[in-house]
C-alpha cells in the first residue's frame, strides 16, 4: 500500500504502469517536487557513500590547478541539491533541498571519512532554501574554521571569507576561465564585475595594468588585500556601478587591450529575460567601444536562461551597434568541477566567450 511521503523522503518513483524510474528526494514545498537519484541502493549510507565517493574520484583526475574546487556538484553529481566546495584544509557545505538536509549530519560523517578536513563549515544561508522551507544557517560542523582561509589559483593566492563572501566564498565555477584569461592578457586591462579580483589577479601577472571594478565594498577590499599580498602593485580597485563607470570611462575616451565582464545573473527568470538581454547588450556594447582594434574581450553569462544561443546573438547586435567587427576564438563553459548533466539542462548556466576585436 502507498503511504503519503514526508518532507525530504527518499522515494520510489514508478510511471503510471508501475515500472521503477528510480530513487528521488521529494520536497512538500518546492516546484521541484522530485530530485531523482536514480537507480541505486536503499541503504542512504551505501547511496550517499558511493556517489560521494565517485565524485572524489573525479575530481582527483582533474588535477586542477590550485586547492580550492568544487568536490559535489549537486545533481550532476548524483547527489541532488548538495554542493560541497574545498578550501585548502576545509569543506564548505550548502544542502539546498530538504531531502539531502535532512541527511546532512550523514553527508558530514561521509565526507570526514573520505576528505579527512580540519574543519566542516555549513553554508545555508542561500535564499532558495527558503522554497523548501529551510531555514537560513551558518555554522561549523566539524572541527575548527578560520574566518579567512589562504588558497591558491595557478600562481595567485587568494584570501577568502568563507562565512561572509559570496557563493561559498569564491566563485569556484569561474576557475579555469581565471586562468584561461590570465594567458589571453595582455596591455591595460578592465576586470569589470571583479568580486575579489578571480580574473583581474590572474591579468595583473601579464598586463601592464588592471582597473578593477565592483559595487561591493567587501569586494573591493579583497581585490586590493589580494593585490598587496601577491605584490602586485598594477591592480587599481574601484568601487563602483559598472553601468556607470563604462559609460564614464567612454566619455574620458580610455581604451583597453584585455577586457572581462563577468556581471551576476540578470536573468533570474523567464519572466526577465528580455530586460536581461538589454543589460547584456549594454554592458557588451560599451565594452566594446572601450576595445583598441584586435583587443580581447572575455565575455560571461551565469543566467540559464540566456542560453548560448542568445547569448551569441546578443553579442552580434552588440558588436553591430558599436561598429566593433568581433571574431570568436574560444568558447568556454564553467570549470570541469562542475560538470553539465546533460539530462539537466540546468546544470549548463556558465558561458564564457573569449572575442576578438577585428
Ligand atoms: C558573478 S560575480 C563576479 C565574479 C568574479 N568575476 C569572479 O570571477 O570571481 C558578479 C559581481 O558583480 C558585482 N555587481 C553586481 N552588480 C553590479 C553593478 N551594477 N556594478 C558593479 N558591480 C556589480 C557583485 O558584487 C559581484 O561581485
Request: with cysteine; aromatic share 6%; hydrophobic share 45%.
Amino acid at each position: 500500500m502507498d503511504v503519503p511521503a514526508e518532507p525530504g523522503d527518499l522515494v520510489e518513483v514508478r510511471t503510471e504502469r508501475g515500472r521503477p524510474l528510480g530513487l528521488a528526494f521529494f520536497s512538500s514545498t518546492s516546484q521541484i517536487t522530485l530530485r531523482m537519484l536514480g537507480e541505486g541502493p536503499r541503504d542512504e549510507k551505501v547511496l550517499l557513500g558511493d556517489r560521494l565517493r565517485a565524485a572524489l574520484a573525479y575530481r582527483e583526475t582533474l588535477a586542477p590547478d590550485g586547492n580550492a574546487y568544487r568536490l559535489v556538484s549537486a545533481e550532476a553529481d548524483g547527489l541532488p541539491a548538495l554542493i560541497v566546495d574545498r578550501y585548502a584544509d576545509y569543506l564548505v557545505v550548502q544542502t539546498l533541498c530538504q531531502g539531502i538536509d535532512r541527511r546532512l549530519d550523514l553527508v558530514v560523517e561521509l565526507l570526514a571519512e573520505a576528505v579527512s578536513p580540519r574543519g566542516i563549515l555549513v553554508r545555508n544561508d542561500a535564499k532558495i532554501r527558503r522554497l523548501e522551507d529551510l531555514p537560513e544557517v551558518v555554522e561549523v560542523v566539524a572541527g575548527e574554521v578560520p574566518d579567512l582561509v589562504d588558497v591558491r589559483e595557478g600562481e595567485v593566492v587568494h584570501q577568502v571569507d568563507v562565512r561572509r563572501g559570496q557563493k561559498t566564498g569564491l566563485f569556484l565555477d569561474q576557475r579555469e576561465n581565471h586562468l584561461a584569461a590570465g594567458r589571453y592578457a595582455r596591455g591595460r586591462a578592465l576586470d569589470a564585475f571583479s568580486y575579489n579580483g578571480g580574473f583581474g589577479l590572474q591579468m595583473a601577472r601579464r598586463c601592464e595594468s588592471v582597473l578593477s571594478i565592483d559595487g561591493s565594498e567587501l569586494a573591493v577590499a579583497a581585490v586590493a588585500e589580494n593585490a598587496r599580498r601577491n605584490g602586485l602593485t598594477n591592480i587599481e580597485a574601484r568601487l563602483a556601478n559598472v553601468f556607470d563607470e563604462l559609460r564614464e570611462l567612454e566619455i574620458a575616451k580610455e581604451r583597453f587591450d584585455t577586457i572581462v565582464l563577468d556581471p551576476p545573473a540578470f536573468a533570474k527568470n523567464k519572466a526577465t529575460l528580455g530586460k536581461a538581454l538589454g543589460g547584456y547588450k549594454e554592458i557588451n556594447l560599451r565594452a566594446l567601444k572601450l576595445l583598441k582594434p584586435g583587443g580581447i574581450l572575455i565575455t560571461c553569462s551565469c543566467s540559464y536562461h540566456v542560453n548560448e544561443a542568445l547569448f551569441q546573438d546578443m553579442l552580434l547586435h552588440a558588436a553591430i551597434d558599436a561598429h566593433a567587427p568581433v571574431a570568436l576564438v574560444e568558447k568556454r563553459l564553467q570549470a570541469r568541477d562542475h560538470p553539465v548533466l546533460l539530462g539537466v539542462p540546468e546544470t549548463a548556466y556558465l558561458k564564457c566567450f573569449v572575442l576578438r576585436r577585428v
